[in-house]
T-cell receptor, first 112, second 113 residues
Framework: DAGVIQSPRHEVTEMGQEVTLRCKPI?????LFWYRQTMMRGLELLIY????????DSGMPEDRFSAKMPNASFSTLKIQPSEPRDSAVYFCASRLTGYEQYFGPGTRLTVT | KNQVEQSPQSLIILEGKNCTLQCNYTVSPFSNLRWYKQDTGRGPVSLTI?????NTKSNGRYTATLDADTKQSSLHITASQLSDSASYICVVSGAGGYNKLIFGAGTRLAVHP
């Protein structure tokens, strides 16, 4: 298995632009997580999906952030409009309920 | 408030030496505690996972301990190698719900030749 796949690996954009991050979970996993990692705050859970349904989005910072999981093999995290303080590494992770989470390689987002 | 605190924040050791990283948590109720290794530019990878009833668990040169009474854990690295240079993150899962993970800030370890 290729593991969790994220794209793009790096994204540089200007303030005010829309940014879409993509994630393909491991085949057969039924849970998907989006995390954000910064030097100041470490790893933070943004949103958790189970069987494609959002279960916990309490970590989504504000309305500028939205996430979707249209099917079991794809999820997106969108930021519109982006701001410099959104600069971070965004990780997607997946798991089969009751088992270990596997993290993707992350997307490094820089908003100038 | 559920928190996970790690110390030291960073550490430099010479290749071949041992080191111990510390983790204190206030998460309650408690389900399990994990140690993750995160190489630069990569996602975290699980090293060990321990439940309430487990005191120690090893993974090669990595040995984790857990004292659920004092809510403390440690990660001991034996005979360090250059490839051990990474961030080590202590993660605690609360019981109930979907076992949400609560992450420590990590210890940045640098192993020098």
């Amino acid at each position: 298995d290729a593991g969790v796949i994220q794209s793009p690996r790096h994204e540089v954009t200007e303030m005010g632009q829309e940014v879409t991050l993509r994630c393909k979970p491991i085949s057969g996993h039924n849970s998907l997580f989006w995390y954000r990692q910064t030097m100041m705050r470490g790893l933070e859970l943004l949103i958790y999906f189970n069987n494609n349904v959002p279960i916990d989005d309490s970590g989504m910072p504000e309305d500028r952030f939205s996430a979707k999981m249209p099917n079991a093999s794809f999820s997106t995290l969108k930021i519109q409009p982006s701001e410099p303080r959104d600069s971070a590494v965004y990780f997607c992770a997946s798991r089969l309920t009751g088992y270990e989470q596997y993290f993707g390689p992350g997307t490094r987002l820089t908003v100038t | 408030k559920n928190q996970v605190e790690q110390s030291p924040q960073s550490l430099i050791i010479l290749e071949g030496k041992n080191c111990t990283l510390q983790c204190n948590y206030t998460v309650s109720p408690f389900s399990n505690l994990r140690w993750y290794k995160q190489d630069t530019g990569r996602g975290p990878v699980s090293l060990t996972i321990m439940t309430f009833s487990e005191n120690t668990k090893s993974n090669g040169r990595y040995t984790a301990t857990l004292d659920a009474d004092t809510k403390q854990s440690s990660l001991h690295i034996t005979a360090s190698q250059l490839s051990d240079s990474a961030s080590y993150i202590c993660v605690v899962s609360g019981a109930g719900g979907y076992n949400k993970l609560i992450f420590g800030a990590g210890t940045r370890l640098a192993v020098h030749p």
